[in-house]
């Protein structure tokens, strides 16, 4: 089970921690990411992380920006967003992988968690 926390009303330029607990598995044995979509528009790719923590993949649209971590001990990964644009508000979907190295590709997600909906004013 994945349950993804944190998400709210943020102004642009603000910044925003989303959080997404795991259980049922060995966390650390299986790379997480990140995905988001707007409305209107198709699920895109915002990050991915390792299962060790080590190896990270950002999207190009928030490199720079949203930096994804990982706490093994707590079976949580994050997503810390900041300069957050307009743009950014969607729904933030954590997913489990189905191997221990991050991907873009939403057929290597195994188990999606329920959204959260993140919103940037203006």
């Known amino acids: 089970q994945l349950q993804a926390s944190g998400g709210g009303l943020v102004q642009a330029g603000g910044s925003l921690r989303l959080s997404c607990a795991a259980s049922g598995r060995t966390f650390s044995t299986y790379a997480m990411g990140w995905f988001r979509q707007a409305p209107g528009k198709e699920r895109e790719f915002v990050a991915a992380?390792?299962?060790?923590?080590?190896?990270?993949i950002h999207a190009d649209s928030v490199k720079g920006r949203f930096t994804i971590s990982r706490d093994n001990a707590q079976n949580t990964v994050y997503l810390q967003m900041s300069s957050l644009k307009l743009e950014d508000t969607a729904v933030y979907y954590c997913a489990s992988m189905r191997s221990n190295w991050p991907s873009r590709l939403p057929i290597n997600v195994d188990y999606w968690g329920k959204g959260t909906l993140v919103t940037v004013s203006s």
């Open positions: 992380i390792s299962s060790s923590g080590v190896g990270k």
